[in-house]
């Protein structure tokens, strides 16, 4: 059953007036999200494939009191342990030898005004000393994510926010991706994987450092400000990479040139309304004026939805269900329950099937990305084009339809993709 006050009003009681279509807070990610990145880019080894940062080992619980005896922890843990120090992926966290590496340099920091230099040889140099990370690491991925310190303005807000991160986990958990998440320096951005399925093409992009959303076309002809989205990107962890980022922070609120920057963006694309510079203008700025320099490693991804938008995609899920179910009745294999842990390789098993399907706008493929651009449920200020309650909607939507492919292991799903709290037991040989 629906929560009669969640569902009625969600956004109510906090619109603001907004009359730049769709304009994006001054605030946004094009401020706070370049602090995060180019710091915890280099302090935690955070970005796309060349990753080594992992979650700890999980800690069997234990019930305490004020009374209870602590063991001695010199007994209590063995670190010769080889079997207990070796994860099921073969990476050992407990091996870190002596030897002084770019921890041990008290000059490198982590911030925007201090640039890390040689940065692929000291995290060569790492690896080496570090031998279990450095098997794979050309395919390790992490996913950083968060949200604002403070709790959401608008009730419904800090709801979602849970959701959407419980969603992000899931697509990690499932392919095996480490996931960062801080509610520091960044703002809510509503994204959400909507085909859990989805495996990241990361060989097409062994080429590049920086994959985003996003039309060529728009970019080099029409000069558009909206000529791709840089809410959600793709970035290796390298030296080109923090090079890239400071360029990219420079434009943000933080320097002294921010309102320069503002007018120069303007200026480039012709379209775009409002003055302030901001992280979208910017990237198309760098593509535009700077291609030489950056462009040969950034690659424009329009070829399936990478970030499509929520008004193309929601109203489609019902139809991309039922031709979906449609094929596993006539596939056995297709709609065998299998073990979450091997979901890919049954992933894998339905492209022949989707060869057809077509990518982007009308394809009847699950899109990868939903990107909820104007809503924004944690402060209610959503963009004056849509209503607070079809945002609501179409949030409930595609979360409980990607949480439907997470079900479907354990023999559940969300019937109604409006109602979040009831699921129903699947017959064995669903959907047959």
Known sequence: MKSPELYQSPFSGQIARNTGGVRRSSLSIASDAFIFFSGAVAALLLVWTFSTFSNPQPQTPQT???????????????????????????????????????????????????????????????????????????????????????????????????RF???????????GYDIFYNNVLLHPQMHTFTDMDFKIPLQRYKNHNFVVHGWPKLIYEKKSWTSLNAGVFLIRNSQWALDFMDVWAGMGPQTPSYEKWGEILRETCKDKAFPESDDQTGLVYLLLKEKEKWGDKIYVEGEYYFEGYWLEI?????????????????????????????????????EPYLKDAGYGKFSWRRPFITHFTGCQPCSGKHNQMYSGQSCWDAMQKVLNFADNQVLRNYGFMHRDLLDSASVSPLPFDYPA
């Open 314 to 350: 929601v109203e489609t899920l019902d139809n991309i269900t039922a031709i979906y179910n449609n094929i596993e009745r006539k596939v056995r294999s297709l709609r065998r329950r299998h073990g979450e842990k091997v979901s890919e390789s049954y992933a894998a098993q339905w």
């Open 165 to 175: 991160y419980k969603n992000k986990v899931d697509y990690c958990r499932i392919h």
């Open 64 to 162: 305490h009191n004020f009374e209870t005896p602590v063991s001695d922890p010199k007994r209590s843990v063995s670190v010769t342990d080889d079997v207990c120090a070796v994860n099921s992926n073969g990476l050992n966290f407990r091996y870190d030898p002596p030897d002084p590496n770019f921890y041990d340099d008290p000059t490198l920091g982590y911030t925007i005004d201090t640039p890390i230099k040689n940065w692929d040889e000291k995290r060569q140099e790492w690896l080496k000393q570090h031998p279990s990370f450095a098997s794979g690491s050309e395919q390790r991925v992490v996913m950083v994510t968060g949200s604002q310190s403070d709790p959401c303005k608008n009730p419904i807000g800090d709801h979602l926010l849970l």
